[in-house]
């Protein structure tokens, strides 16, 4: 039937083609579309929830607004400007500054969701070390809540590094099993070190298990402190977890024993047992709140987009222009040039402002149709 079709002059629909036709029809803006494509990518109650707040117009209307209360004002500018030999002054400066401050303080707080948008959209990476035989492999298959890394008590049974997704409240964690970390006995365990090491380079959390059992509070310290320093430039930013593990073991053990200033504290401690699941649920609730602080913020508008970040960073800083030009007293024209750049990156991330080569390598990343 589609060959049929085809004869007849009929032509397969281009990638993302009907969402292109939508924008280009004016039926939802350029960065709705996006929405579109981050939808059917979602993996996630929260990246499908963010998807759909975008495309159904929240983030855009915020955006628009802000772009009608510059565009008001620069109307006042520019008219300025043709009755420059009169020397009058339409738009008044004091209200000017005041309100790009104001446009600022919306911008800055789009711009610091950023951080929790690439959470919700792309997942947490979070990887799993320590030494061998420290219940890294049992610790994952309990937050899994299924037998998913093989566990034996040789030490260096994972050689290799296993991936599988938690989902927590909503948020995707991409939980990260690697080989122990010690001086390698053959060349197939150095292999799965050197794989750790580059997986701690891309991780936003890093759990560090130690076995409370057999490692003193002095080694556990030498441990931790010769993994920061052989991975520091590597986990820069990460956040870390350290788990106590094996608390069945030794159920006297004080959590206290193991603090040290700057290194292990109360704050990003947590006992365990993984192989009798005590204290999984508090873990993951640890996780979520690691990434997650202000929970209220996943009601409010959330930056998920780097192209939209990096519009709003430069519309930002040309506000910033303005700013500076109102308090060395500059000429309106100079300040409607600054203005005009805060609106054409504004209107960059709703496609008021577009070229065809942007818009072919938006809509080059959907499915066939769409």
């Known amino acids: 039937i589609i060959q049929l079709f085809l004869r007849q002059g009929v032509r397969h629909a281009d990638r ?3 969402t292109l036709r939508a924008f280009l029809n004016g039926q939802m803006d350029l960065s709705q579309a996006e929405a579109v494509a981050d939808l059917i990518a979602s993996d996630s109650e929260a990246s499908h929830d963010l998807a759909l707040q975008q495309m159904r117009g929240g983030f855009s209307d915020q955006i628009k607004e802000l772009r009608q209360e510059l565009i008001d004002f620069a109307s006042l500018i520019e008219l300025e400007l043709d009755f420059g030999e009169e020397d009058v002054e339409f738009a008044d400066r004091q209200r000017l500054e005041d309100l790009v401050q104001q446009i600022q303080k919306v ?9 929790l948008g690439n959470v919700i ?7 799993i070390a320590g030494r061998p035989n420290a219940g890294k492999s049992t610790l994952l298959n309990a937050l899994l809540n299924e037998e998913r890394a093989i566990v034996s008590e040789i030490a260096g049974t994972t050689r290799d590094t296993i991936e599988e997704q938690l989902n927590i409240n909503g948020i ?3 939980l990260i099993d690697t080989a122990g970390i010690r001086k390698a006995q053959d060349s197939i365990e150095q292999i799965g070190v050197e794989r750790t090491i580059e997986k701690i380079a891309q991780s936003t959390v890093v759990i560090y298990v130690f076995d409370v059992w057999n490692v003193r509070p002095e080694e556990l310290w030498k441990d931790v402190e010769d993994f920061l320093e ?3 430039v590597l986990t ?5 977890l350290f788990i106590a593990n094996k608390m069945d073991l030794n159920p006297y053990t004080e959590p206290s024993d193991y603090y040290k200033e700057g290194l292990i504290s109360k704050e990003n401690l947590i006992t365990a047992s993984a192989l009798n699941r005590m204290n999984i649920d508090y873990i993951k609730d640890k996780l979520y709140e690691m990434v997650i602080k202000d929970p209220s913020m996943m009601d409010q508008t959330i930056v998920s987009n780097s192209r939209h970040y990096d519009a709003l960073h430069k519309s930002y800083e040309a506000l910033d222009a303005v700013l500076s030009g109102l308090t060395s007293g500059i000429t309106g ?6 203005i005009r750049q805060a609106l054409h990156h504004l209107g960059e991330i709703t496609g008021e402002i577009s070229t065809d080569d942007l818009l072919d390598s938006i809509f080059s990343r959907f499915c066939i149709g769409k």
Do not use: P
């Not at 959209?121 to 990887?127: A, L, N, P, Q, R």
């Not at 820069?236 to 870390?240: A, D, M, Q, R």
């Open 333 to 338: 024209d100079f300040i409607a040039m600054d």
């Open 121 to 127: 959209k792309h997942g947490v990476s979070t990887v």
């Open 107 to 115: 911008i800055k707080a789009l711009l610091d969701s950023f951080h």
């Open 172 to 174: 995707q964690f991409r």
């Open 236 to 240: 820069k930013g990460s956040k870390h």
């Open 230 to 232: 052989e991975s520091m």
């Open 16 to 18: 993302g083609e009907f």
